[in-house]
Nanobody
Framework: VQLQASGGGLVQAGGSLRLSCAAS?????MGWFRQVPGKEREFVSA????????YYADSVKGRFTISRDSASNTAYLQMNSLKPEDTAVYYC????????????????????WGQGTLVTVSS
């Protein structure tokens, strides 16, 4: 499975962006992680195929919304009320099979990774 991420860019604080991640094949779970230089990649959000269960990092709850279009194998991350601390390279990830929920927020819970897309939030 190949993942193609898009939608990053430069936005002012308080603004919005929508990231997209298109998968070349069917996946069970899809997620977003982000990374800034010198820090570990951190979990942002994830969604399962069926049932549709969503997961969010505490830092983005209420501001970010993840969704997916099963027909096109595409996941979306709608990011609202962006803050400068949201600035990072965002990576999409996917897994073909089911996994326990505790692994959904771990990088080790994903088999496939897309290229990163840079999100820059100016103050």
């Amino acid at each position: 499975v190949q993942l193609q991420a898009s939608g990053g860019g430069l936005v002012q604080a308080g603004g919005s962006l929508r990231l997209s991640c298109a998968a070349s094949g069917r996946t069970y779970s899809m997620g977003w992680f982000r990374q800034v230089p010198g820090k570990e990649r951190e979990f942002v959000s994830a969604i399962t195929l069926s049932p549709k269960i969503t997961y969010y990092a505490d830092s983005v709850k209420g501001r970010f919304t993840i969704s997916r279009d099963s027909a096109s194998n595409t996941a979306y991350l709608q990011m609202n009320s962006l803050k400068p601390e949201d600035t990072a390279v965002y990576y999409c990830a996917a897994r073909s099979g089911r996994i326990i929920s505790s692994m959904m927020k771990q990088t080790g819970g994903y088999d496939y990774w897309g290229q990163g897309t840079l999100v820059t939030v100016s103050s």
